[in-house]
Structures are given as structure tokens and as C-alpha cells.
T-cell receptor, first 118, second 114 residues
Framework: EAEVAQSPRYKITEKSQAVAFWCDPI?????LYWYRQILGQGPELLVQ????????DSQLPKDRFSAERLKGVDSTLKIQPAELGDSAMYLC????????????????FGPGTRLTVL | SQQGEEDPQALSIQEGENATMNCSYK?????LQWYRQNSGRGLVHLIL?????REKHSGRLRVTLDTSKKSSSLLITASRAADTASYFC??????????????FGKGTSLLVTP
């Protein structure tokens, strides 16, 4: 069964360092999402792509976070510099498409990257 | 921002019992979804109910939706230890020109003991 791949699974870094996370969505899924999940909370959307274009990044702290999906397939989320408050699980998800009736589409999640900033 | 609010925050039951979780939301929706998350893992989609539906079943899962009260419930019947997980409701919201995103609640942590 096709799955969303994420790497690394765990990342420990010191504050002010740069970190990068990678996500490979399910083949054929046009929409890709990055979420941040703080322990004990639900996932919060950071950025959403439709193919290579950003659909929504209103919750992305753009002074330190960046995301790209250059060829409309896999994606990278970067944090520079990392802060203590960035410690969280970073989840990637994908779905068939984001337009029209696709609000009915389920999202498929990867296993996540657990980030710890010391 | 998180629109959904699950209740209770935590639930502990014994195998074989039923588990009921509730979700309330604030704005109108097209659909509501429920997801499960095992400890330290990604989320898994369980069921989607559309705004014009009142009840939906999938195996041991039963979901209800009351749009007038802006609430939904998830019932897991004959629970098993493997049902131990966090359960999240998610409502859709429009983004950009034609996109949709999900707002997740804080979740209900379910513990099923043998």
C-alpha cells in the first residue's frame, strides 16, 4: 500500500541551528500539507501546496520557516534558525487534489519527524 | 487555528465496552472527518461524514453529525486494546481560490485496558 514517506524520523538540534525535513507524498497526489503538532494538541497547518504552488501559508512563521515543492512532487520544510519553541512533531500529508469537491478527500499522513531543540 | 474541540480530553475503558467521543465546532462546514493517531505516529483517516448526512457507520465505528448544534460524535463499539490511541475530529475550511484545508481539534486520548 502506498504511503507518505518522511525523513528523518527524529532530529535533535541546538537552537540557532538550521534543520530540514523531507516528505515524499503518495504518487499522484497533487496536494501536499505540512503540519506542526505540539505534544497534547492537534495538528496545525503550516503550509499547503497544490502541485508546486503554495495554496496557503498563512500560519507559516516566514521569518524562520520556508517550504518548497519545486517539481510538484516531494517537498522540503526548513527552519533557520531553530528556536526552543519549535520542538514538536512535523507531519506531512497528501491528498488527491484540493480543488472543487475535494474537500471530501481524506488526507494520508506520513509518520512524522519528531524535532527536539536544545 | 483549531476549530474543533473534542470531549472528553481523556477516556479510559475496559475491552468490550463502548467508547463515545464528542466534537464541537464553530463555523459551518462541508464535511467532518475523524482521524486516529497511535502514540508517536501519523494520523489515519477513519471516516468522513458530509454536512447533509446525520449518521454514518464503518465497521465498529458510528459517527453522527448535528449541524444545528455544530457537533459530532464518534462511537466505537466493543472496544479492543488496539483501539488505544488519540482521536481527532477535523472540519474543512476554504483556503486560497479553490482549496480546502482541515482544522483539527485537540483530540481525545482513549485508553482501552484488557
Amino acid at each position: 500500500e502506498a504511503e507518505v514517506a518522511q525523513s528523518p524520523r527524529y532530529k535533535i538540534t541546538e537552537k540557532s541551528q538550521a534543520v530540514a525535513f523531507w516528505c515524499d507524498p503518495i504518487s499522484g497526489h497533487a496536494t501536499l500539507y505540512w503540519y506542526r503538532q505540539i505534544l497534547g494538541q492537534g495538528p496545525e497547518l503550516l503550509v499547503q501546496f497544490q502541485d508546486e504552488s503554495v495554496v496557503d501559508d498563512s500560519q507559516l512563521p516566514k521569518d524562520r520557516f520556508s517550504a518548497e515543492r519545486l517539481k510538484g512532487v516531494d517537498s522540503t520544510l526548513k527552519i533557520q534558525p531553530a528556536e526552543l519553541g519549535d520542538s514538536a512533531m512535523y507531519l506531512c500529508a497528501s491528498s488527491w487534489t484540493s480543488g472543487g469537491l475535494s474537500s471530501y478527500n481524506e488526507q494520508f499522513f506520513g509518520p512524522g519527524t519528531r524535532l527536539t531543540v536544545l | 487555528s483549531q476549530q474543533g474541540e473534542e470531549d472528553p480530553q481523556a477516556l479510559s475503558i475496559q475491552e468490550g465496552e463502548n467508547a463515545t467521543m464528542n466534537c464541537s465546532y464553530k463555523t459551518s462546514i462541508n464535511n467532518l472527518q475523524w482521524y486516529r493517531q497511535n502514540s508517536g505516529r501519523g494520523l489515519v483517516h477513519l471516516i468522513l461524514i458530509r454536512s447533509n448526512e446525520r449518521e454514518k457507520h464503518s465497521g465498529r465505528l458510528r459517527v453522527t453529525l448535528d449541524t444545528s448544534k455544530k457537533s459530532s460524535s464518534l462511537l466505537i463499539t466493543a472496544s479492543r486494546a488496539a483501539d488505544t490511541a488519540s482521536y481527532f475530529c477535523a472540519t474543512d475550511r476554504s483556503v486560497g481560490n479553490s482549496g480546502y484545508a482541515l482544522n483539527f481539534g485537540k483530540g481525545t486520548s482513549l485508553l482501552v485496558t484488557p
